[in-house]
């Protein structure tokens, strides 16, 4: 028989949290395909929904056939789940550019793992920053509650928005350590998260034959993706809405865009995602003069919420968890793109690779290089955060 | 008899007329009978199809205009067997069960590109109707190799200076070995041909789980013959047992047609600008490994009630409970496997 999912506080990683997210939200439709370090979220959500006729579990011999099974299931009209990391990603990246270009609300996490080659097991952003042009909406998160926050949030976010939601999380740094994570009930979910009602014209029925994604002339199809942009812009402003309808229905604080933390009015400022934001909290111990901004959706980009926290400050350190060859770091480069002109310097820093560690000595090294004149401010390549600093 | 023709030509309105199939086209006729016989096997159940990246991406037409009178899921290149799989799977969510969910993929697609998905589908026995619209080559790109591609033949990729080496993927063997419900082979090629065709589609509409057709579609710009000869060139390859028509239902071999007067496979050869560089010698080798296939045919019909050579993993499916009730009945046993206390 199937697992009843447990509610109130528990001792939990942020797999398992994202298992009982997914329940939660009532996927019906769930495709698995092991890698590590996901697979336990698809272990769990076996043994959670084994028995069950109501939800379609299935096991698919890769990750394309995987996104293409929930793609297709959602099409056709079911709320879906799969999870993936690393390699599993990128093997699935043409059904990523497809999900956006067809509008498919799908929800899965990806748990960040670095990329061959040479291989490694170990957590940096490079599988999901090298999507971030799929067209997906992309969460990134400090901890194992924001892993089930936002799995939530997700779903009413893709289903809004028509639009697919990636919810990142760092592998074993999230997905194998564990926290008290605080699973609300189900009743509280289902008032949050209404059943699935996607548009009839988009819907696949066989009561009305159609033919979806068929060849258009170039006009059309130019159009199609604008239509992608332009829900993606509009997508900037719901994450900020559901989140704060989420810490109104759950009591629970839901970070947005950003989460921005310290002294408001400081000078220098410290931009990060995922758990690396975490640790750069520690820094407000002994700095009273540091501004924290922690990107959590990096997908639309918030170039106004990140030009509004950053409009006070003269000196700007920007940690990617992901190299990006030939250029600035993912995130390095899009901070650079803001109009920011009372910025003295603004340096990109890449760090974290294949699990090495950023710890707050790490951030303080970059706070200083960024202030000292050996930071390289104006170029177009990052500092690449050299051992012995952590 | 002729009321019974006249049943299967009329017109079903599933595949349109002006649709952007090149002249001739010979799998634009057969996926009508595809259609027509599966429409009137389960007059009750709708249809969709699902179809990869092909020529049938650009026959179904130019957006907005339509050329089927059923609903339409384009994929990518190698998924059509996964996401034929989670559509039948909401469906089944959805009440809709019934819903005939059906492939029409390519060779390139089902034996090179989707190939682990197509066995996968298979292995998962999902409830789905497999065709593989096989002419023989990547033909909407431009004629070019495929893993189903014939011994000799001349593609753009194998020159005639260096024709086709080796021999054409079995593919209905190799799904056969899947132990799935039904395997069969069509082909248009007369009035006999045609019984037997529509014989297999509903043949595979009766049944349930994944069923795999192997239909050949002559290609007039891909085979080089002309275009008024699709069906005379379908009629060459299974009278000379170039393409037998075969199935294996439930495990039981059965060669469906028998040529009366078996031609050379040269006929068949000859007829086609794809091997007009062939020497005799050379479609002697051919003959020799047609007569192969087809003795091996015919030992494996022999077996009679026998199972075939690959143990049947799935029970005949036939007698399942209609209208979308779960079929994969092993799922209980997995169900009774987690009622044991978890280890640790």
């Known amino acids: ?390 | 008899m002729a009321v019974w023709l006249e049943e299967i030509v009329s017109e079903d309105k599933l595949l349109l007329c002006g649709h952007a199939a090149c002249a001739g086209c010979g799998p634009a006729i057969n996926v009508r009978h595809v259609l027509g016989g599966l429409a009137a096997a389960k007059p009750e159940s709708k249809i969709v199809l699902v179809i990869p990246a092909s020529c049938w991406t650009i026959i179904a037409g130019i957006w907005p205009v339509n050329a089927f009178g059923v609903t339409v899921h384009l994929t990518p290149f190698a998924s059509a067997a996964a996401e034929a799989s989670g559509i039948k799977a909401a469906l089944r969510l959805r009440g809709l069960g019934d819903t005939q969910v059906v492939v029409w993929g390519g060779d390139g697609s089902t034996c090179d590109i989707g190939f682990s998905g197509v066995s996968a589908a298979a292995e998962r026995n999902e409830d789905i109707i497999y065709v593989l619209n096989d002419n023989e080559a990547y033909m909407n790109t431009g004629v070019q190799k495929s893993g189903a591609t014939p011994e000799g033949a001349w593609t753009t990729t194998t020159p005639t200076t260096s024709p086709r080496s080796g021999q054409k993927k079995d593919i209905a063997r190799i799904m056969a070995a899947h132990g799935i419900p039904y395997v069969a082979t069509l082909a248009l090629g007369s009035v006999p041909m045609l019984r037997d065709f529509r014989a297999k589609v509903t043949r595979a509409a009766e049944l349930r789980g994944f069923r795999f057709l192997h239909i050949l579609g002559p290609c007039p710009p891909g085979w080089r013959y002309p275009t008024a000869q699709s069906t005379e060139i379908a009629r060459l390859a299974v009278e000379s047992r170039y393409f037998p028509l075969f199935e294996c239902d439930d495990g039981k071999w059965r060669i469906t047609f028998r040529p009366k007067h078996p031609l050379p496979v040269s006929e068949f050869l000859k007829a086609q600008g794809r091997f007009s560089h062939l020497l005799s010698e050379e479609m002697d080798t051919i003959q020799s490994h047609v007569d192969e296939r087809w003795n091996l045919l015919a030992a494996l019909e022999s077996r009679g009630n026998e199972r075939g050579p690959f143990p049947q993993r799935h029970p005949s499916l036939s007698a399942a409970p209609a209208n979308g009730s779960r079929i994969k009945v092993w799922r209980r046993s997995v169900c009774i496997a987690n009622d044991r206390p978890r280890d640790g």
């Not at chain 1, 992309?138 to 799995?151: P, R, T, W």
């Not at chain 1, 959590?296 to 918030?302: D, G, I, T, V």
């Open chain 1, 1 to 390: 028989m199937s697992e009843a999912v447990p509610h109130g506080h528990m001792v939990l990683t942020s797999d398992e949290a994202a298992a009982y997210a997914v329940m939660l939200a009532r996927a019906r439709a769930i495709a698995c395909y092991p890698i590590t370090p996901q697979t336990v979220i698809v272990e769990r959500l076996a043994d959670l929904v084994a028995g069950r006729d109501d939800v379609e579990f299935a096991n698919l011999e890769s990750e394309h056939s995987m996104f293409g099974y929930v793609i297709a299931a959602s099409r056709a009209g079911v709320r879906t789940f799969t999870a993936t990391s690393s390699q599993g990603l990128l093997y699935a990246h043409e059904q990523l550019h497809r999900a956006s270009r067809e509008r498919v609300p799908l929800v899965i996490v990806n748990v960040n793992r670095a990329v061959f080659a040479p291989w490694s097991l170990q957590s940096d952003l490079s599988d999901s920053m090298s999507q971030r042009d799929t067209g997906w909406i992309q969460l990134y998160c400090a901890s194992a509650q924001e892993v089930l926050d936002s799995i939530l949030c997700a779903y009413r976010i893709a289903e809004t928005a028509m639009l697919p939601v990636m919810v990142c999380a760092e592998g074993f740094l999230l997905s194998h350590t564990s926290e008290i994570v605080d699973i609300p009930d189900q009743s509280t979910v289902d008032a949050f998260l209404p059943e699935l009602h996607p548009p009839d014209d988009w819907l696949l029925d066989p009561e009305r034959p159609r033919t979806f994604s068929a060849l258009p002339e170039p006009k059309d199809y130019a159009a199609f993706q604008r239509h992608v942009a332009d829900a993606m812009d509009e997508a900037r402003s719901l994450i900020g809405a559901v989140a704060s309808e989420f810490t109104a229905h759950f009591g629970r604080h839901k970070v947005g865009a950003l989460e921005v933390a310290g002294n408001l009015d400081a000078d220098t400022a410290l931009v990060t995602i995922g758990t690396i934001g975490d640790s750069a909290l520690e820094l407000l111990d002994d700095d009273e003069n540091l501004l924290l901004v922690r990107v959590h959706a990096y997908r639309p980009f918030p170039a106004a919420e990140l030009s509004a926290a950053l409009a006070g400050v003269s000196y700007v350190s920007v940690i990617d968890r992901a190299p990006a060859f030939g250029s600035l770091g993912p995130l390095g480069g899009d901070v650079r793109s803001l109009d920011l002109p009372h910025v003295k310097a603004a340096t990109n820093f890449v760090g974290g690779l294949g699990g090495t560690d950023v710890t707050p000595l790490t951030l303080r090294w970059a706070l200083n290089q960024t202030l000292s004149s050996s930071a390289e401010r104006a170029g177009l390549a990052p500092v690449y955060i050299p051992e012995g600093v952590e």
